[in-house]
Nanobody, 115 residues
Framework: QVQLVESGGGLVQAGESLRLSCVAS????????MGWYRQAPGKQRELVAL???????NYGDSVKGRFTISRDNAKNTVYLQMNSLKLEDTAVYYC?????????WGQGTQVTVSS
C-alpha cells in the first residue's frame, strides 16, 4: 500500500507560480510512475505531468513549457513547479503513483488562479 500526501496548493493570481509537493510512504525509487493529474469542476481528470521509471517525462499539452515535474528519491517526494499560472489551471491537483500494476492517489490539493 502506498500513501500519498500532497501540499502546496493555494490561491494565486494569474502569472504567478506555485510548487506542489507529494510525499510517498514508500521508496519513490521503486515506483513505475509518479506524477500529477488535475480535475476542474465539471471536467474529467486529466494528466498534468508524469515521470515513468524515473526517466521518461510526459506533460499535458496545456502545461508544456510552464510546469516542471521533478523527484527527490531521498525524500520520497515528487514536485510540480507551476509557473505562469492561468485561470484555466484552477483545479484540484492529485498526486499519482503507479506501482506493480496498482494505482494510488493522494487526497488532492486545491489550486485556484484568480485574475
Amino acid at each position: 500500500q502506498v500513501q500519498l500526501v500532497e501540499s502546496g496548493g493555494g490561491l494565486v493570481q494569474a502569472g504567478e507560480s506555485l510548487r506542489l509537493s507529494c510525499v510517498a510512504s514508500g521508496s519513490s525509487f521503486s515506483y513505475d510512475a509518479m506524477g500529477w493529474y488535475r480535475q476542474a469542476p465539471g471536467k474529467q481528470r486529466e494528466l498534468v505531468a508524469l515521470l515513468t521509471h524515473g526517466i521518461s517525462t510526459n506533460y499535458g499539452d496545456s502545461v508544456k513549457g510552464r510546469f516542471t515535474i521533478s523527484r527527490d528519491n531521498a525524500k520520497n517526494t515528487v514536485y510540480l513547479q507551476m509557473n505562469s499560472l492561468k485561470l484555466e489551471d484552477t483545479a484540484v491537483y492529485y498526486c499519482y503513483v503507479g506501482w506493480r500494476g496498482n494505482h494510488y492517489w493522494g487526497q488532492g490539493t486545491q489550486v485556484t488562479v484568480s485574475s
